[in-house]
């Protein structure tokens, strides 16, 4: 469990700090995750969405993963004895602690409960982990910066910017994905020939303008 420390008591730094403690992360949650997949075609392909193989810490889970999300991508039938066999095919499964560990895995049924909370956890540690090797290259630019400054500040921001992309980039969308939407919305306004295609507002005029209320929708 990482615990907080005040540098003031300990007389620790901030790299002691993190020497002491070690990296965030979780492998009792990444193993309920991998049993859960296991256990569920449903959560394997869930998982994908939230995780990618190096949000996992520990490299056995890691090639454990990938291996699942191979299988899974290749339609072969994902259990602990189709894993096995995939896993000696490409030469991992004593590297992953052979066929024992994979039983073990198999064994945890409870993890069905709540594997997207433990999902979560692993992604929140990866991106800990992100960020502390970014604040490091950011530090090292700092200490080591040219007489513009200003390239220093863009190159910091770029690095934590690539940290936070994955969080932020699904409220984005594509202007083909907007454009069909567009298309989709004219094509209703002219089928409905002026009518409130949603629910009527009761004024004529308004309908015309915004077609009813249609769920949604926010309209002040």
């Not at 982990?129 to 530090?139: H, K």
């Not at 009527?200 to 949604?216: A, H, I, K, Y």
Request: negative net charge.
């Amino acid at each position: 469990m990482l615990m907080a420390y005040d540098e003031r008591e300990t007389g620790l730094t901030v790299e002691d700090r993190g020497s002491k403690l070690g990296l965030p992360q979780n492998q009792d949650a990444e193993a309920n995750v991998l049993a859960a997949m296991l256990l569920s075609p449903e959560v394997v392909e869930e998982a994908q969405v939230e995780l990618q193989p190096d949000d996992f810490y520990r490299p056995i889970h890691k090639t454990i993963y990938t291996a699942m999300v191979d299988m899974y991508n290749s339609r072969i039938p994902i259990d602990s004895i189709s894993l096995i066999d995939y896993l000696r095919s490409i030469n991992k499964l004593d590297a992953v602690g052979g066929e024992a560990y994979i039983l073990e895995l198999m064994g945890q049924t409870l993890s069905l409960v709540n594997w997207q909370h433990h999902a979560a956890i692993v992604r929140r540690d990866s991106m800990l982990r992100e960020l502390i090797g970014a604040t490091n290259e950011i530090n090292a630019l700092a200490y080591n910066a040219p007489t513009d400054t200003k390239e220093v500040v863009e190159l910091a921001e770029s690095k934590l910017l690539k940290v936070t992309a994955r969080e932020v980039k699904s409220s984005y969308k594509t202007l083909t994905e907007f454009m069909v939407e567009a298309y989709n919305e004219a094509e209703e306004v002219c089928k409905a020939g002026g009518q409130a295609a949603g629910v009527p507002t009761g004024f004529p005029s308004l309908d015309r303008m915004l077609m009813g209320f249609r769920e949604g929708q926010l309209i002040i």
